[in-house]
């Protein structure tokens, strides 16, 4: 019989555990396009910020302007990291940047704004200079920021610029430079012939090679031409030779032997191809380009559970959920019986502010069913079909429960900053922070949940919660690690070939402050990577005491390594090292064990199976209209918390005796009241963060860390009945499980 462990945080969280499968440990990858929220929220929050954010922005502005053009990239990268902070109000400074005489200035500013994904403003500009850049180099670099902007493949606008440039533009490297974009935004053909021709004609040597070099990183470096100048400039002790030898190293072509083991497998999957090419009655299915990736997704796959090989699409979602950013309607969805479900609207997001809710059921996008893109690509077809670039328009149509009849609406995407940290003050001035993934921003989020509580709200203590948290960037889980810990100590090393991933330490920094108040840490097991190394950490250095169920186990790094014979366009993550705990514990395949074990309720399959059939026919959700309607403060009081009893619902014995079914009541009202609690969300658009009444993990670190402030719970309204809860359950041992 199928036991099922109920957890709203998993839930809630759907969208996240479908597009990160498995835990996902990255070495920190270089600033990459992120968007920036565009609405009032994001607005309040910059305002919020104050003048200290805009006059920093002015003052790294004045330092483009006064400095020479080689010297402005490390302020324009300090300006893009503050944008993904506080978006508009450093967004906002570079948009009137692009305004300015100084040429140089709007480079910088244009091409910020394109890696925080603003492409509306900050494309146009770059291919203006591209064409009225008052020096090879401006229209150089112009042409490199565009071609390094991966959200702009395939503009059409772009390449027209690009290929209307090169038409017109007599210096070399500035050619080589608009070829290259040209070859990687597209058409990818037209570019690479553009470098060809400079490769074989061009009159300066320089010119030539880097013409060499730019095909080969667009994948063409076995070409007989480009291989023997690759090869010329292995031997040169400059920048391009340096260049040369890791594309040489990389296509395994660095002047050692062949290995006749690889000349045979590159044989046999020719060999492959061309029969398929020549026999296989589907000629679509027979395409060269679709039959290599799916060897390269095989071979990957065979080495372990977390290297793989990366298409297009994947590495574009991959970079997405990093960054925290993307142009899209702004939902958390799942897949229910066949249905895309919007399980909850990111608050003062697009799709909120079209009135979709949790529980809407999508039926088309942009005219295309859903349940047709379901069956062909899974969620992933869909959820491509929604997002894109912000301001753009997608069409969709959905029906809830109530209507007469499927409602259409035309979305205007905008930039999604997906946020990683969720805080609350608990009874008692206990501070509560659950830490969904380790992404780009996760450090600032972090440190403002933590100012907040901490010196605003002057918690005594710090509940972190890291389950159902699959992981991230290994830079965040340090940097995260930091926040809570004195300056000095070891936090994780890893280590893997000598060769390629020596051994590398990563220190704490803090000073004594950040360990001045007590700390527990929530795990469980779907806390995994970055997860176990902050958990681990915290137990190894006794910073904290760890409350839950034993972690994934998942203690390898993997790294993202960009394939040049797809022009970058496509990722090989490879596993590339193992870490270690301070104590030098690897926890690969063995987890963290926590100190203080807890464990979230189990429910029977029959029983999810019988809850489930009552929400498809909209049955907790009837009900709840109907009381919400005539008893809306008692259903938000109850919503928050019921005090695990039936009758203190209106109507509750006559809708479930109603019901006819074999369902204990207990079950039933948890059910509506998970209904009441997305209402209750929808209603103050803003999530509940905490569930005192049935999260029995969370209940068990209250405990746990009143103890280490030496706090009476009794003396806790909210928490006096937790002594004799958790009593009883130790006494008492596991439940029996329920028989159908």
């Known amino acids: 019989m199928t036991v099922v462990p109920v957890s709203e945080f998993a839930a809630r969280r759907l969208w996240w555990s479908f597009v990160l499968a498995f835990g996902l440990l990255l070495p920190a990858l270089p600033a990459a396009q992120a968007g920036q929220p565009e609405d009032a929220t994001a607005a309040a929050k910059d305002a919020e910020a104050g003048p200290a954010v805009g006059a920093q922005a002015d003052e790294l502005l004045k330092q483009i302007a006064a400095a020479r053009l080689e010297d402005i990239w490390e302020p324009v990268s300090t300006l893009v990291r503050a944008g993904r902070s506080h978006g508009l109000a450093i967004t906002g400074r570079l948009t009137q940047g692009l305004l300015a005489d100084d040429q140089k200035l709007r480079l910088a500013c244009a091409d910020a704004l394109c890696q925080l994904n603003d492409t509306e403003a900050g494309a146009p500009a770059l291919c203006k200079l591209l064409q009225d850049g008052a020096t090879p180099e401006i229209r150089r670099l112009a042409a490199n920021a565009l071609g390094l902007t991966k959200s702009l493949a395939d503009d059409e606008a772009v390449a027209k610029a690009l290929a209307a440039a090169l038409a017109k533009e007599s210096d070399g490297l500035a050619k080589v430079s608009l070829a290259r974009s040209l070859a990687l935004l597209g058409p990818q053909q037209e570019g690479r012939e553009a470098l060809r021709k400079l490769l074989a004609q061009a009159p300066e040597q320089n010119v030539r090679d880097e013409a060499a070099l730019a095909l080969a990183e667009n994948g063409a470096a076995r070409t007989p031409e480009v291989l023997l100048r690759l090869k010329d400039l292995n031997s040169e002790p400059t920048a391009q030779g340096d260049r040369a030898r890791a594309l040489l190293r990389s296509e395994g072509t660095a002047g050692a032997a062949p290995d006749p083991k690889v000349a045979r497998g590159e044989q046999l999957l020719r060999e492959i191809c061309q029969k398929i090419k020549d026999a296989y009655p589907d000629e679509e299915k027979g395409d060269a380009d679709k039959l290599f990736e799916d060897a390269a997704k095989g071979m990957v796959a065979g080495l372990d559970p977390f290297s793989q090989y990366l298409d297009r699409e994947a590495a574009r979602q991959t970079q997405e959920m990093l960054q925290q950013d993307y142009g899209g309607i702004g939902a958390y969805v799942e897949e229910q019986?066949?249905?895309?479900?919007?399980?909850?609207?990111?608050?003062d997001s697009p799709a909120d502010r079209a009135g979709l809710r949790a529980g809407d059921i999508i039926q088309e996008v942009d005219g295309q069913k859903a349940s047709d893109l379901l069956g062909k690509g899974g969620m992933n077809s869909v959820i491509a079909k929604l997002k894109g670039k912000p301001g753009t328009p997608v069409k969709v149509k959905y029906y809830r429960r109530g209507f007469f009849k499927p409602v259409e609406v035309t979305i205007v995407r905008g930039s999604i900053r997906i946020e990683s940290v969720l805080s609350a003050l608990l009874p008692g001035e206990l501070g509560y922070v659950r830490l969904l993934r380790f992404g780009e921003r996760s450090r600032e989020e972090m440190q403002k949940a933590l100012d907040q509580l901490l010196k605003t709200q002057h918690a005594k203590a710090l509940i972190l919660d890291l389950r159902d948290n699959p992981g991230g960037l290994l830079r965040s889980a340090v940097d995260i690690a930091d926040l809570f810990l004195a300056g000095n100590k070891l936090v994780v090393y890893s280590e893997g070939r000598k060769s390629f991933a020596p051994r590398k330490e990563f220190y704490s920094s803090g000073g004594p402050e950040k360990e001045s108040y007590p700390l527990a840490v929530l795990v469980g097991p779907g806390s995994a990577s970055a997860s176990e190394i902050v958990a681990g950490a915290m137990q190894d250095l006794h910073r904290a005491v760890l409350i839950g169920e034993k972690t994934f186990g998942k203690g390898s790094v993997q790294q993202l390594i960009p394939m040049n014979a797809t022009g970058r366009q496509t990722n090989l993550r490879l596993t590339i090292a193992k870490y270690y705990l301070p104590s030098g514990r690897c926890i690969h395949e063995k987890g963290v064990e926590p100190d203080v074990q807890a464990k979230?309720?189990?429910?029977?399959?029959?029983?999810?199976?019988?809850?489930?059939?009552?929400?498809?026919?909209?049955?907790?959700?009837?009900?709840?209209?109907?009381?919400?309607?005539?008893?809306?403060?008692?259903?938000?009081?109850?919503?928050?918390?019921?005090?695990?009893?039936?009758?203190?619902?209106?109507?509750?014995?006559?809708?479930?005796?109603?019901?006819?079914?074999?369902?204990?009541?207990?079950?039933?009202?948890?059910?509506?009241?998970?209904?009441?609690?997305?209402?209750?969300?929808?209603?103050?658009?803003?999530?509940?963060?905490?569930?005192?009444?049935?999260?029995?993990?969370?209940?068990?670190?209250?405990?746990?860390?009143?103890?280490?402030?030496?706090?009476?719970?009794?003396?806790?309204?909210?928490?006096?009945?937790?002594?004799?809860?958790?009593?009883?359950?130790?006494?008492?041992?596991?439940?029996?499980?329920?028989?159908?």
Request: some cysteine; glycine content about 6%; proline content about 6%.
């Open 337 to 347: 019986n066949g249905h895309f479900i919007i399980r909850s609207p990111m608050y």
């Open 600 to 740: 979230r309720p189990e429910i029977q399959g029959w029983v999810v199976e019988g809850l489930q059939e009552l929400r498809d026919k909209a049955v907790f959700a009837g009900y709840l209209s109907t009381a919400w309607d005539a008893n809306k403060e008692l259903c938000a009081k109850l919503a928050l918390d019921d005090e695990g009893k039936c009758e203190n619902w209106p109507g509750f014995e006559n809708f479930y005796k109603g019901l006819n079914t074999r369902l204990d009541r207990n079950d039933v009202r948890a059910a509506v009241r998970t209904e009441a609690r997305r209402r209750l969300q929808d209603e103050q658009k803003k999530e509940l963060v905490y569930d005192l009444e049935t999260d029995v993990v969370l209940e068990r670190g209250v405990l746990e860390i009143l103890k280490k402030l030496n706090s009476d719970p009794l003396l806790i309204a909210e928490y006096k009945a937790l002594p004799d809860k958790f009593k009883k359950k130790d006494e008492m041992g596991p439940p029996e499980p329920n028989a159908p």
